[in-house]
């Protein structure tokens, strides 16, 4: 058995499900969550009554009852997904940011480490905790600079890239310290399906349908390099499987395109997919103040887990962003659901004065 932090979030509800849809795959899977607004329950609602699969509601900072829950499933890894995620939010509250992420690791470790020392020894040896991060904890690239690898040394620039930066710390002293089995990755930008639509992406697909502005910060030339959530799971398949305790694996789709590019992208898509008789949906970009301490690029270097995991991406942009607006499309009422009262309160607080 395997067990999920985070489950219910974009990445995490991914994860188990390629899991579990995996031709003969028979271990099961905890899905542990604290449901804030982005984790979504409905993501699993197509394996929530598959008999490998489990939900337990629990915050990670509850550091006894996740000892307790580990004593009693009995787990072989942990992969931990749960985290605060959307920069702009964590300008606005950083406060969450440093709980979830920094405190939330810290007494996950904590809980994780203990049931660990429990374990018989051959248990001990195969077991592995693989905490899924982002590039953002390297800072910003510039035009020329090479991409991030896994030596690069961090340079956060935003609270919520410091507090995973903190989280990468705390995971790698638990294994130079203690002598844990952990394993970071740190990926670029994902999108597919199920993403919350406060970030880029869904965030266009949604409003383009709706005949809404295009919000692009600045100028729309800072670059991302761009991966398919289900090549990211892929990836993390890999290090579960093979990855090397105490090392960390950068994980990149190799596309590195500007965000208006992305926008522009997303739009001659749905002209195709979704003609507007009112014309094409890039006429509805509109470009909004910068957010505070834009990071202008992120690239990476993505050679080791290649050599080491023989692991590459599967989807090209083109294939994964056509993958991904026919999915949001044939799921409208996923999305409308979502869309709640506090989401819009926060598109308010976020756009409304740009």
């Excluded at 690898?149 to 609270?159: D, K």
Aim: proline residues 6%; contains cysteine; hydrophobic residues 40%.
């Amino acid at each position: 058995m395997i067990l999920i932090t985070g489950g219910a979030g974009f990445i995490g509800s991914n994860f188990i499900i390629d899991w579990l849809g995996a031709p003969g795959q028979d271990e099961a899977l905890v899905n542990v969550d604290r449901l804030t607004y982005a984790g979504n329950l409905e993501n699993l609602a197509g394996v929530e009554h598959d008999s490998r699969y489990r939900f337990v509601r629990l915050d990670i900072c509850e550091r006894d009852r996740i000892l307790e829950l580990l004593r009693a499933q009995r787990p072989r890894a942990i992969v931990h997904f749960a985290a605060e995620s959307h920069v702009d939010r964590s300008i606005l509250g950083p406060g969450e940011f440093v709980r979830t992420n920094i405190e939330g690791t810290f007494s996950l470790l904590q809980a994780a480490h203990g049931y660990w020392g429990e374990l018989d020894a051959p248990s001990r040896a195969t077991f592995r905790f693989v905490h899924v991060s982002t590039d953002e904890v390297y800072g910003s690239l510039g035009p020329t600079d090479a991409p991030f690898r896994e030596a690069s040394a961090y340079q956060p620039n935003s609270p919520y890239s410091a507090s995973k930066a903190a989280s990468d710390h705390l995971v790698r002293a638990w294994h130079h310290t203690y002598g844990f089995p952990a394993i970071t990755t740190n990926c670029s930008n994902n999108y597919g399906p199920y993403q919350f639509p406060e970030k880029l992406i869904p965030l266009v697909i949604a409003n383009a349908i709706a005949g809404k502005p295009l919000p692009v910060y600045g100028d729309g030339t800072n670059v991302r390099d761009w991966l398919y959530v289900g090549d990211h799971c892929a990836a993390l398949r890999s290090v579960l499987r093979s990855g090397r305790p105490g090392q960390t694996y950068n994980i990149g789709g190799g596309v590195e395109m500007a965000n208006i590019d992305v926008v522009r992208a997303v739009c001659r898509l749905l002209d195709e997919l979704r003609p507007d008789p009112a014309g094409p949906h890039e006429r509805l970009v509109s470009y909004v103040t910068d957010r505070p301490g834009h990071d202008w690029r992120y690239a990476i270097d993505a050679r080791k887990i290649a050599g080491e995991l023989r692991w590459t991406p599967a989807e090209s942009f083109a294939s994964g962003i056509a993958r991904t607006a026919r999915w949001y499309l044939e799921h409208q009422s996923w999305v409308e659901r979502v869309l709640s009262g506090a989401y819009k309160d926060w598109i308010a607080t976020n756009y409304g004065g740009r």
